[in-house]
Structures are given as C-alpha cells and as structure tokens.
C-alpha cells in the first residue's frame, strides 16, 4: 500500500528555495525534504498560469490536448481527459484535496476541503496557515481510511499579496532602507502599468523599493515553509509508505523584467519551478537530477512508483530513469505557451530559449525574443535581431513541433491563438488616491486585506 502526498506552491520560483542555491534561508524544512530524496533541478511548466499549469500536471497531458490555455478563459478541459484524482479514485485510493480552485480541479476527490482567507485585517493573509488548520484534519481521515490515499494540499504562498504575518514581514527586510523613499525609483515602472497598479496599490500602496517587495516574496516562503513543517511532522506515522511531492504551478517575475510581480512572460523566473520526489527507503537520498524535465512527467511517474498501468494516453515522460540514475534528463528541448496577460509560445534548449509573441506584448516588447541562457542567464540581452541565424532555427522546431501538436490532436489551429488573452485589468480604481510614491501606507489604512483575484476579475477593465 502507497500513499501519495502531492504539494503545490503556487507562484514558487525554483531558485528563492535553499535547495536550489538561494542564498537566504528560507526554506529549511523543505531543504530537508529535498536532502532526504531527488531533487530535479530544471523542471519546467510548459503552460502557464495556474490553471493551464494544474491541468498539465494533473492529467499528464499538453495543453494542445487538454485545452485548458488561460486562467478563466471559459473554455472547459476537453472531452475524455481524466486526471490523476479520477485514476486513483477508480484504483481503490481514498482521494482528498485542501484547494480552492474548484472547477474540473476537484474531480475525483472524495473528500474537497475549500477555503476562503481572513481578511479581517489589511496587513496580514494567513494563507500557510489556513491551509494547515484544513490539512492536518484531512491527514488523519486519510491515514484512518483503511484503502492508500491520495492527498493534494494547495499553498497559495508566496503568491501576491505578499502580506506576511510579524515575524516574517520583517525577516529579510534591510531596517536601513526605507521602503517609500521617494528619491528611489525602482518601482516607477510598476507604479505606471495600468492593469496592476490599481491591485498593487491595495497591498503595497507607496512603496518605492522593488527590494523591499522581494524581501516580503521571501518572507511569504519562510512563514509557508514552518506550516509544511507541521504538515511533514503530521504524516510521520506512514512515512515508509507515503511517496511526498513538492512542486508548484508557475514561478513569479520578480524586479529583474517587465510584468513586476505577477506570473507572465515566459521568463525562467516563471517557467523554471521546484519539483522535490521523496520516499523514504525507495527513492534515493540526495539525488539530483541536473536536466530538463516538465511537471508534465509527473503524473506518469506516480502511476508507475504505485504500480498502475497508465491507459489515459499521457504524454508525459516518466521520471523514474532519471530519478534512478539511467539518464540525467527527459528532454532536450522544451516548448512553452501562455495566453492570460499577454499570448506567446516559446522553445528552450539548454543554450537558447526563444519567445514569440502571438499577440503584441502589452509591456510593448519585441515580438520575438532571444536569450543566451549560458552568458546571460537573467534574460536581459535581446539577440534577436543579433542572431537571425539561431532564430530562424528555433522558429523551425517551434513551427514543426506545433504542426505535430495539431495533427496529433485533430486540430486545426492554435488553442493558444484562438482562445487569446484573457486578462486586461484588476484592481478597483480610487480616483481620489495618490498612486505609487506618496501614497498613505499600508499600516495607516482601515479596512479588509487584499485578497489573490478571482479570475473573474481579470477582466474588470472590459
């Protein structure tokens, strides 16, 4: 009997964990967890947000297949795609999830444990810990089921609003900087584009230090990191049988692009996330995979650790050569899509990663995008119009790999294309407020907490 626990982070970046090199301390119960198991250093989600992301994940599937391409869009998965809840559910697996997605995501789960935040108070989103207060219940009805279980727990740290409690608001914060000195301009461009700053303005209103907002992204982390602690300690009794999965949907643009602290563009910090396997006996210790791999894989590989023959045509790659040693990756090439904010598809290899751009790019870059990731890991440095040369070869595997997609699928054009953007603005306008530099700050204000949006608020501007 095996148990899988499988935990999203939702808006986690790889490279903000200890175990993937970050240099503060923000996660040390999840490092310990990576130590104790296989550690996959470049793993990828091909389509971004959330929703194309979970959906990929969960139904081992491209969204070419599944058709889910945005947040919200109003389009449902397509006919015939089971997710992994269903196919443990139909296995003999007690299934239960603490999320609050609802739509397809809660199919197959017997037990659906929703919530909402406490936003009884506009400094503070106890996100980590509302989610513990409903995982800790739902880890001893599993483990008292006699049948294995199946169990999803959703963390929405650290996605915005970065609204850590004391204790980590302040953690990494440099006390000699102040965070709305108007003489510091790093915050200029996000105070100036129009579809967030009207959100940013509920939960950081007059801040002028893009550092200080990524000091509260990694406070979010560690304040996530000691609730995970409670939920490890809580599934101690069946550990031996219990495989334990960390991985999330999608990383976050921090202050090193445009799209200042969302979750679009097709940037490594959004596309590369943590994906952490560990089973204590039977996946080894300290294994570190060094190259690419997709959460596309991961369903696969848990229907092969639990010995359930795959028959939902999956196309993921399952994991368990690289996690054994056989070959240090599954792909040497990955193609990527979004098509919330802004609609671009992108190719990587190890070297060189290309974006292209269905729609113009509503920050106003360039329609095509070319990043040496060897000299310039940060994507800072355009060569498109430099290397027509390397364009033109990744715009033939993007172009032959799409054409596969679709004769594949039966299609005869684009999901990513046809279904376009979706988002345009969120955030309530407050004409009568100051914006960005100068406004009345945070602890100064009365009301409810911001709150993560609803995608049905992403088109509020419309």
Request: aromatic share 10%.
């Amino acid at each position: 009997m095996t148990n899988i626990v499988l935990i999203a982070l939702d808006t986690q970046r790889a490279d903000h964990l200890g175990c993937y090199g970050y240099h503060r301390d923000t996660s040390p119960n999840l490092d310990a967890l990576a130590a104790a198991g296989v550690v996959f250093e470049r793993c990828y989600a091909p389509n971004i947000p959330t929703h194309p992301s979970f959906t990929t994940l969960f139904s081992g599937k491209e969204a070419i297949t599944h058709d889910i391409v945005n947040i919200g869009g109003g389009v449902p998965i397509a006919d015939g795609v089971r997710l992994l809840p269903e196919i443990l559910s139909d296995a003999g697996y007690v299934t239960a999830a603490v999320d609050n997605m609802n739509r397809h995501f809660s199919r197959g789960f017997e037990h659906y444990h929703n919530y909402q935040w406490d936003r009884s108070d506009p400094t503070v989103l106890r996100k980590a810990e509302t989610v513990t207060n409903l995982a800790l219940p739902a880890i001893e009805e599993v483990i008292n089921d006699p049948r294995p279980f199946f169990l999803f727990l959703h963390y929405w740290d650290p996605h915005t609003p970065y609204l850590p409690p004391p204790g980590y608001e302040e953690l990494y914060t440099d006390g000699e900087r102040d965070p709305y000195d108007q003489d510091n301009h790093s915050m200029d461009e996000a105070w100036t584009w129009e579809p967030f700053k009207w959100y940013f303005h509920d939960w950081m209103p007059g801040v002028t230090d893009a550092e200080h907002v990524v000091s509260l992204y990694d406070g979010e982390i560690r304040y996530m990191d000691s609730y995970l602690a409670k939920v490890f300690a809580a599934l101690e009794p069946v550990r031996d049988d219990t495989i334990v999965v960390i991985t999330a949907d999608h990383g976050e643009v921090l202050n090193e692009q445009l799209g200042y602290f969302d979750h679009h563009g097709l940037y490594e910090g959004n596309i590369h996330i943590p994906l952490i396997m560990s089973w204590p006996g039977k996946l080894p210790a300290g294994r570190r995979v060094p190259g690419m791999v997709q959460n596309l894989d991961v369903s696969q590989t848990l229907l092969d650790l639990v010995g359930i023959p795959q028959v939902q045509g999956m196309e993921g790659v399952s994991l368990l050569p690289s996690i054994y040693g056989v070959r240090e990756r599954n792909y040497e090439t990955v193609y990527f899509s979004e098509a919330t904010w802004q609609v671009k598809r992108a190719v990587r290899t190890d070297r060189w990663k290309l974006i292209r751009a269905i729609e113009p790019d509503p920050h106003g870059r360039p329609m095509k995008e070319l990043f040496d990731l060897a000299a310039d890991p940060g994507e800072q440095v355009n060569l498109a119009e430099d290397r027509p040369d390397v364009v033109a070869e990744l715009e033939a595997l993007l172009d032959a790999w799409l054409e596969k997609r679709l004769a594949e699928t039966g299609r005869k054009s684009d999901p990513v294309a046809d279904q376009g953007a979706c988002a345009t603005s969120i955030g309530k306008p407050k004409p009568d407020d100051v914006v960005g530099a100068g406004a009345v700050p945070l602890r100064e204000r009365t009301g409810r907490a911001a709150s993560i949006p609803d995608p049905s608020e992403l088109n509020s501007g419309r």
